[in-house]
């Protein structure tokens, strides 16, 4: 696990890890930066997909359930007008629409989350949620002490093994 | 600490990043005499809605005729007040979502204690319509459950219409306030020990911050930032259609969505700047919340006094262009009735001190911004309560007019509102990250350039 002060330096460690054929390593960053994490290969998110399932199924949902609790009635006088009146259902069906959307997005980033940060547990250093950036690279022991070597070249400020 | 701007920008990036921490952090570490003022002011306003919440006590024990309420104006202050907090939450979304999505970089440093605000509105206009019931108890019969009545909800009902959007609106707020304060939690977590540690490591969810975190953080933030910005209009669009759906002159109007939309919007950032000119001080965050963005907040209330003064004029024009003589008879009636000179309040209030704003020295006074906004917030309230009240009290038979007023209980509950807003927005202002620092960073780092990085 490497550490940087700066963000150039962690964007040219990421790099050399490249250079070096060594896959699968994880960037820390204090805030979000689109080069940090179009470098770190983090360019997709299923939570988009998430909240537009969440979306439909909000809306059918609730036009389900009206539509169902209305034909529940034993008797509605409704003054020749149609028994089911899909104007205020829509209403009804448009904000459910909206809170099944929001709370699949929200679902689906803390389970994403929590599967993007599986493995980086021990790794975790208090000074990346203030200022600095981290590299996780996952290699066998006996290349620890060069790759150790050259995040050092590129910037890192320190570095360990976990 | 300085009214300029780029006191933290002038730092090299690292250096900024940690004077960000540093100084939001601070925000939580009370010292008197900053301590003195928090805490004072929040047993004030614990102790004035203690003493609303004896008054609703007294008024469920005897009943709602302590109130000024009576036919024909069954809709009062409660409900206008409803409509007034209501109006305050919406603001807090838009300086936070619409913003966002426009990529208006000045909200960062207001979306924190805008979005705080959005959510304690939410909790003090729900308690309105609960008081307005007189027998709040009964409130769950809003919710569609099967029930021994053999009974189900009037979907066709504004009413229930208003309850779904309002309930949706505050969940989805509160989702979106707590999303954005997860990486900042953190922060506090990382830099904390003891209870406090416990507390922020379970808000913060376990966040370590890797690009993967990230990308589904903000993938999650924008599209809640796009379903809050639809969802705020729709809104307060439906609060104004328990208003328009009905034949009452004065009421039964198709500009009315989106004349409240922007009614909602002008009284929340009014609110914004009352809450945050004494703010900045209390909180010490002046590097972070500058008197520009103050300033923009005055440009944006000018846009939308403006917006307001056109839907206040096509109003009195279709009242009279359309020729029904029970529309005209209302706007004669609120322009010279017993609701004159608050028709006439709301006017100098919302339409002509705003225009204040268009000199550039004004809206960098912070005096003049705290007054004007104080200012804009009585004439907000006057409007609700000319529109609901003047159009109920005078329908269209001569011999069922009648007059409102509301009781010193009113008063006393409409008080003990104001002071269960401040209260809970103290509250947790005073106790999470007043000003975004994940998007503080953010934002240093996009404006600093790249030095010698491979493509």
Known sequence: MAIFERR????????????RRVGGATAFAPAFDERILRAAGATDSPVASWTLAGGIAGAASALAFTVWTIRQWPTLVVSGKPLIPWPPLLIIAFELMILTAAAAAVIAFLVSARRARRGTRGAYDPSLSDARFGLLIPCEPARAAEIGDAMTMCGAVTWRIV | MSDEPGAVQALPVPDAMRRVTRDVLATLEWRIPSWLAYWGAVGLCLFVWSIAALVWAYQIYTGLHITGMLHPVMWGAYITSFVFWIGIAHSGTLISAILFLLRAHWRTSLARAAETMTIVAVMT?????????GRA????????????????????????????????????????????????????RDRSSGWKRWIFERLALGWTGTAAEWRHFRTAYTLLAALIAVLVVSVHSIVSWDFAVAVVPGWHSTIFAPYFVVGAIFSGLAMLLTLMVPGRFLLEIRDYVTIDHLENVAKLLVAMSLLLTYSYGS???????????FER????????GGYAPLFWLTLLCNSVAPLAFLSRRVRRNTTALFALSIVINVGMWSERFVIVVASLAHEYNAYSWGTYRPTVFEWTVLAGSAA?????????IGHIPAVPMAETKERLLETAPLEGVPA
């Open chain 2, 329 to 336: 008879a209302q706007w004669v009636f609120r322009a010279g």
């Open chain 2, 315 to 325: 109003e009195m024009f279709f009242a009279w262009y359309r020729g029904d003589p």
């Open chain 2, 125 to 133: 206009a729900g308690i309105f319509p609960i008081l307005h019931l």
């Open chain 2, 420 to 428: 269960w807003f401040l209260f809970w927005f103290l509250l947790l």
């Open chain 2, 137 to 188: 108890w009964l409130f769950y019969w809003l919710v569609p459950y099967p029930n021994e009545r053999g009974l189900w909800v009037n979907f066709s009902s504004p009413l229930i219409w208003d309850a779904t959007a309002v309930g949706t609106y505050f969940v989805v707020s509160f989702l979106f306030w707590f999303l954005a304060l997860i990486p900042d939690f953190a922060a506090v």
């Open chain 1, 8 to 19: 150039d330096d962690l964007l040219a460690a990421i790099a050399e890890t490249g250079a």
